[in-house]
DNA sequence: AGGGTCGCAGAAATCGATTTCACAATCAAG
DNA sequence: CTTGATTGTGAAATCGATTTCTGCGACCCT
């Protein structure tokens, strides 16, 4: 690895005059091209540590997220990756497991690490980010809210949750169970909470009987679909509240030998694994890569200097039949 | 942030005292105490780009994988993940698309960041290790060879792709097809080659004839299998070399009605997030994990100075009549 | 012709840690 | 009671870039 000296020695000029060639800072053409070339034999590439130490500051990014083999946030990790190339930015992937211990720990490294900026989906909606605050870091949090003020992109829960139970309504399904996740879970809630409304509406019965919740991976939603049908009155239909849950509570169905559309299901997020027949279940596809790219936008806005309040983004859900083909 | 200098000016003792306490230094109890005091009430945590500028190291991994969205790498990742975070680093996951252009920068990136070492799935055998080679940088590759002598973690690809075909012969199919990756990747022409040799020897038909070249992912899949379907001599079980290019062909098989085991279908590599029933299909469980947690272990003890020469360690795969579930 | 502005370029300071070096104090051995 | 080794500590150098400061020369304007 060559440096800005080796560089500048060979070129006949100083460091500084380097550094500006490569920073695009005012340099006369002759001194310009004696660089350039310099470099290029010596294969010069500037050393981020040594800038990032510098300027306070790097380009890269942090991503850190719940559960790096949920496709859903790897979708989401998909969109981030490419946008924030795009800008010129690395991403580091994090794995917090939910855990906030290790989500403590990813973002103090951020801010040691002088990144210039956090995307987080919070492991709880306890996840402590005063600290990052303080430090003057943006951070824009994705898909579950906290107690902060900072930017955030989310997804319009409630409606995916309502249209898909309407949805199910609507195929002469009668009673329509759900399995929900966690309680310290916004979007959890919230999808679940649509689900209620439309239940009360058009139901005729307690809703409560028919939900579960679980932990919003694929076991939770066997173990809950295998509660559900052990229930004395059975649901006909469920609604299940995210990809991996739906991928369990499918398979405890096809156990049962129930499958769709004998048993109604509905699922809010893709299942692009899966290889059950189109159009067989009810399916909210959510814009998961968007949730990464729009929560890059924004935070590269805050790094350039946006200082405006924060904003939240919603983005909507579409109701699909299925979208097992990718 | 604070520094170094302010907790050595709290603790009344110089900054290189400060820089001892926290790298394990002798340094006398009294002061030792009183520079955990200062540097606890300040919230003291050292910079890390200050310190692997000097020590022209980090404790940051880059994990180089060809596609954040295939579960096969996502298995591969938390592995990594796991195992570094026990032995005291942080991962960088970057993904390359498939594209050399994306690998040499990203193996770039690791460089000049002064990364601790590479764990890379080369993009093609054509990869271009030399500079980071030259760098003196430990690598280690995965899953895919290089032309170049680094320490490297593969699965037994032949055997895998024999015994699943064998297990089909088995069951009593008669016209064993492949769907088989690119010829740019060994992972997948060495899988090839183990169905070949089981057909040649047990089938009675030309291999080539049923043999399709695919692109590795779902789409790649969905094309082979309609193309096999659509011969003028079907084959009535195939073998796909891998996971992403199963649920593919899983899905055209399921649009045409031949869901198994009316016709058989063998894979190698899980399919976590299918809703199959078990016992179905003939599948190779890969230790997708174990090739993340062996390849840091190789990995940390060329960090920590092992200059033994390189080597390869093969992964066996486990023929499982089924893995559906997680 | 003298004073002010402007543009370019080098010297030196800076970012925040680690590490070398030098020195003093303590201790063991001869 | 020296001599030599050992231990703890601070001052200063170091990693490799960026940035501020400063100076030089060219140019413009009364």
Redesign the pocket.
């Known amino acids: 690895?060559a440096?800005?000296?080796q560089v500048a020695a060979l070129a006949g000029?100083?460091?500084?005059?380097v550094?500006?060639v490569?920073?695009g800072r005012?340099?006369?053409d002759?001194?310009s091209k004696l660089v350039r070339e310099a470099a290029s034999t010596l294969a010069f590439t500037?050393?981020r540590t040594?800038?990032s130490?510098?300027?306070?500051s790097s380009e890269v990014l942090a991503l850190i997220i719940p559960d790096i083999e949920n496709p859903f946030f790897t979708a989401m990790a998909r969109g981030v990756e490419d946008r924030a190339q795009a800008a010129g930015f690395s991403v580091v992937l994090c794995n917090t497991d939910d855990d906030p211990g290790k989500e403590a720990t990813y973002l103090q490294i951020a801010l040691s690490e002088n990144m210039a900026g956090v995307i987080l989906v919070p492991a709880s909606d306890q996840s402590d980010l005063s600290s990052i605050i303080a430090s003057g870091r943006p951070v824009v949090t994705v898909d579950r809210t906290t107690a902060f003020d900072v930017d955030h992109v989310m997804i319009e829960n409630e409606p995916a949750g309502a249209s898909v139970t309407t949805a199910l309504f609507d195929a002469g399904f009668e009673r329509v169970a759900c399995i929900a996740g966690p309680e310290t879970v916004v979007t959890a809630t919230d999808r679940a909470r649509g689900w209620r409304h439309v239940v009360e509406a058009r139901g005729g019965y307690d809703s409560e009987l028919l939900l579960k919740i679980a932990n919003y991976r694929v076991d939770g939603g066997r173990a809950a679909m295998a509660e559900l049908l052990a229930e004395a009155e059975t649901p006909d239909a469920v609604v299940v509240t995210n990809n991996l849950m739906g991928v369990g509570a499918l398979q405890v169905l096809n156990e049962h030998g129930l499958t769709p559309p004998a048993f109604g299901v509905g699922v809010i997020g893709d299942l692009p694994f899966t290889t059950l027949s189109p159009g067989l279940i009810s399916l909210v596809h959510l814009p998961t890569r968007d949730l990464g790219t729009t929560a890059v936008k924004m935070l590269v806005s805050r790094i350039a200097g946006n200082r405006e309040p924060a904003r939240t983004v919603l983005l909507p859900g579409e109701l699909a039949v299925a979208s097992v083909h990718t």
Do not use: D, G, H, W
């Not at 000029?13 to 005059?17: F, K, R």
């Not at 130490?53 to 306070?56: A, F, G, I, P, S």
């Open positions: 690895m440096t800005i000296y000029v100083s460091p500084a005059t550094s500006r490569f920073n005012p340099v006369s002759e001194k500037p050393n040594a800038r130490l510098r300027k306070q």
